[in-house]
């Protein structure tokens, strides 16, 4: 839900209403619930003191600060509330830092009609139309932060995260898990795990031992400091700070890290931390520095560190917008009401980090992030992530962003690993998948699955298996799994994985458009068309005119032209030394024409007078030779060997004739032939065996069959000599594997599927199938190529 500004601005001025009537004559009494055994809970202490000195100095106005100590404990924290409001009389309460206490503040002050500003680092989405009387004072976005867990997330290509949390369910659902949720599945990532820890648990090694048996190895942590400190410390002894181990913390824990001890550091080697970012450079901030270091060290001397955090600012920066307010409303008290709302509608918090923003609004600053990375006695600073941006190395105006994290330089990450980890590991025990695959399949040099009595467990061969195989083998991650045998169609053993009944589902699987509503397809594996397939028959020429076939009509021309043309240059070049050529018109063209086929067969060479005309004729029996034995081969060929054709050439034909056409057992081809096709359903039949379908196609049983690209290559292989391709070929889904919609393996395996492709192995796996089927090489071989034709009419076939 989001909140309005002006329903803000609207709750804001009543909260004030019942309180400001005694502010411009007595003090103005401001209340404070803080876990002073905390360390924000100190720093709050702190900042507030500091801030009514400061704002004493500057205002008309008389500030006193009432605070109240719940040790942590969300009962002691309701009953300091009840105290604050109804002894100490105070006109606003601040703090607590964690919901599960400001809820119960919240619920005490709304009833008592005094406004709460809370510290807690995030409030349900709820909360603020529960309570009118609640205002958000902490900047903490946590929106932005998770989007930033996400990014990290992306950056190094991980797929899952497992959430570690502190109980706090209205907190962590309400807010925080729907927002991670969303911005990693933004990235194609998920959450693998929930896993809750109870806020005050002595041990936590029963949920890391279960963490450490799964396959996941990246974790982000979301709870207090003090739950984190304990959380490390076991993971440490359990050895799960170790390579491959990936660990993030939110800003709950990053925020306040500069605070622990070395030992605590050193149980946290690796770990890469989001925090909230403030210019921590900015001249307010370092002249407050000073002061709070001073302060801070009296009040807690057992405290190694006196460096003040954004706990301390944030309580600061909210003192000074509620004290104010106070005094801005005490100079103009008459029309307190109207008065009041401008003034809320406009009041600025200019604090000591530069930030300026109105009550109810986030700032710029918190859509940044902050990155740190811990290592050897402290941490380092990494670099900074915004909202829309990126990431970066600072926040100036010449930042340069960018998509990846990778750009900020070398991450040391557990174990002193300075390689990145995978996400995941080969765990001891582990969850497998459950995959289904089709128990009958047509070929079985697809999906091949045998039965082991001895062992009582059935095993998968083929090469929608191999495929796999070679699949899961470049995936980022793990992959455990199982195949179990379905009986049923495929259209059934798809929708088994809506009903969750399998995890993913693979085998000779067609991509189909209804299919598609149950399931999330990979990119197909193999050819996706279409073709028909019919015998084969022997056709023997005419023997009339079979003399003229060898060659065609240009030939015969040809040869005619250039026969005529050398004998009339026979005749030229010896007309001058032969009377026999010389005479009438007509018995000239007699000679010549004579000459032009005396020469196909005899050499004539010694009744010839000029060299000239003997060179002539000897080319032209060279050529007359070559002419002779191709006529000689081609016209014996033609008497010896028989013509295969095909059948049928169309499905006209077949639709014309009411032919019976044959398809594949539970596949969607029937469908296709119906629907886009139009032949009659009850001229289908279906086969369950490449042996039967070939013997019903040479026993006349079916005229026809349909079948898809790699189903062909496999049944040509086999039967090369007996049937052809006729017609055109059909575009149709081919075949792939099918996981639960919104998977995010659908993009793991699609990559690594291309990178199968592209190594060459698909194109391996698939002759080695096809070789085993192959009875003649050569012929086969020739039959498959020559099989498809090379004008294809495509059609799409769709179910919806």
């Known amino acids: 839900m989001n909140v309005k500004p002006y329903y803000l601005i609207f709750t804001f001025s009543v909260l004030f209403l019942f309180s400001v009537e005694q502010a411009t004559s007595i003090d103005v009494v401001i209340g404070a619930v803080?876990?002073?055994?905390?360390?924000?809970g100190m720093e709050t202490n702190i900042s507030l003191q500091m801030a009514i000195d400061d704002i004493s100095r500057q205002a008309n106005q008389s500030f006193v600060l009432r605070m109240m100590d719940s040790r942590g404990e969300p009962a002691r924290a309701a009953l300091a509330a009840n105290r604050l409001i109804n002894t100490e009389k105070v006109q606003v309460i601040l703090g607590p830092h964690t919901w599960q206490e400001a809820s119960r503040v919240i619920e005490i002050s709304n009833q008592g009609q005094i406004p709460t500003f809370s510290l807690a680092d995030s409030n349900p989405t709820w909360a603020l139309e529960r309570w009118p009387f609640l205002v958000q004072a902490s900047t903490s976005n946590q929106d932005a932060q998770m989007k930033a867990v996400a990014a990290i997330v992306q950056s190094w290509d991980w797929r899952r995260v497992t959430v570690i949390y502190e109980e706090d369910t209205d907190s962590i659902f309400g807010r925080v898990i729907p927002n991670l949720l969303k911005s990693l599945q933004d990235v194609g990532a998920e959450i693998r795990h929930l896993v809750p820890l109870p806020p005050y648990a002595t041990s936590l090694s029963e949920q890391l031992m279960r963490l450490k048996r799964d396959q996941c190895r990246v974790f982000l942590v979301h709870t207090s400091l003090k739950l984190a400190t304990h959380l490390f410390h076991e993971a440490e002894q359990m050895q799960m700070m170790e390579k491959d181990y990936v660990w993030i913390t939110t800003n709950t824990i990053t925020d306040l890290l500069y605070s622990v001890n070395l030992t605590t550091i050193f149980s946290m080697q690796g770990v890469l931390g989001v925090k909230r970012h403030f210019p921590e450079n900015s001249l307010k901030f370092v002249e407050f520095k000073k002061r709070f270091r001073l302060k801070f060290s009296i009040a807690y001397p057992e405290e190694e560190n006196n460096e003040p955090g954004i706990s301390a600012v944030e309580a600061y920066d909210t003192m000074w917008g509620v004290a104010t307010t106070f005094a801005k409303m005490n100079n103009q008290i008459k029309n307190r009401s109207q008065l009041f709302l401008e003034k809320v509608s406009r009041i600025d918090f200019i604090g000591i980090t530069g930030r300026?923003?109105?009550?109810?609004?986030?700032t710029e600053s918190s859509r940044i992030f902050g990155l740190v990375n811990v290592i050897g006695k402290s941490y380092r600073e990494l670099g900074i992530w915004k909202e829309k941006s990126g990431f970066s190395k600072h926040t100036s105006h010449r930042a340069i962003y960018n998509s990846s994290m990778k750009n900020l330089g070398q991450v040391f990450w557990p174990g002193e690993s300075m390689h990145t980890p995978k996400g995941w590991s080969i765990p001891s025990t582990t969850e497998s998948m459950k995959i289904g695959v089709p128990a009958e399949s047509m070929f079985k040099q697809f999906v091949n699955i045998e039965y082991d009595p001895q062992t009582d467990n059935y095993s998968c061969k083929g090469y929608a298996i191999?495929?796999?195989?070679?699949?899961?083998?470049?995936?980022?991650?793990y992959v455990s799994y199982e195949f179990i045998p379905f009986n049923g169609t495929y259209d059934s053993l798809v929708e088994q994985i809506y009903l969750k009944k399998f995890d993913a589902v693979v085998g000779d699987v067609a991509v189909l458009a209804d299919r598609c509503k149950h399931a999330d397809f990979t990119h197909t594996y193999s050819a996706s068309a279409l073709a028909m397939l019919v015998p084969v028959q022997s056709k023997m020429p005419h023997k009339t005119w079979l003399f003229l076939k060898p060659f065609t009509k240009a030939m015969w021309l040809l040869i005619l032209a250039i026969t005529v043309y050398n004998g009339f240059v026979i005749w030229l070049i010896e007309r001058k030394h032969s009377p026999r050529l010389r005479g009438t018109a007509t018995d000239q063209a007699g000679i010549m024409i004579w000459l032009s086929f005396t020469t196909l067969f005899s050499l004539n060479g010694g009744k010839l007078h000029s060299n000239l005309s003997r060179i002539a004729i000897v080319v032209w029996l060279f050529v007359a030779l070559v002419i002779t034995q191709s006529y000689t081969a081609s016209l014996t060929s033609m008497l010896t060997v028989k013509k295969l054709e095909p059948t049928v050439s169309d499905i006209e034909t077949l639709k014309i004739k009411n032919a019976k056409i044959g398809y594949g057992k539970g596949a969607f081809v029937a469908r296709y032939l119906e629907e886009v096709l139009g032949f009659k359903l009850y001229n289908l039949k279906n086969?369950?065996?490449?042996?039967?379908?070939?013997?019903?196609?040479?026993?006349?049983?079916?005229?026809?069959?349909?079948?898809?690209?790699?189903?062909?290559?496999?049944?040509?292989a086999k039967y090369c000599k007996s049937f052809v391709v006729a017609g055109?070929?059909?575009?149709?889904?081919?075949?792939?594997?099918?996981?639960?919609?919104?998977?995010?393996?659908?993009?793991?395996?699609?990559?690594?599927?291309?990178?199968?492709?592209?190594?060459?192995?698909?194109?391996?796996?698939?002759?080695?199938?096809?070789?085993?089927?192959?009875?003649?090489?050569?012929?086969?071989?020739?039959?498959?190529?020559?099989?498809?034709?090379?004008?294809?009419?495509?059609?799409?076939?769709?179910?919806n």
């Open 34 to 40: 803080i876990d002073n055994t905390s360390r924000a």
């Open 356 to 362: 300026v923003h109105a009550i109810g609004r986030k």
């Open 466 to 477: 191999d495929i796999f195989s070679e699949v899961k083998a470049r995936l980022p991650y």
């Open 687 to 716: 086969f369950s065996s490449p042996q039967e379908y070939a013997h019903a196609l040479k026993t006349g049983d079916i005229e026809a069959g349909f079948l898809n690209g790699s189903y062909l290559k496999l049944f040509l």
């Open 728 to 799: 055109p070929t059909y575009k149709v889904g081919g075949f792939g594997f099918a996981f639960p919609k919104g998977s995010p393996m659908v993009n793991d395996v699609n990559k690594a599927l291309l990178e199968v492709f592209e190594s060459g192995k698909l194109r391996e796996l698939e002759d080695k199938m096809v070789g085993s089927e192959r009875r003649d090489n050569n012929v086969c071989s020739n039959n498959l190529r020559s099989g498809w034709p090379e004008e294809a009419s495509y059609k799409v076939y769709s179910t």
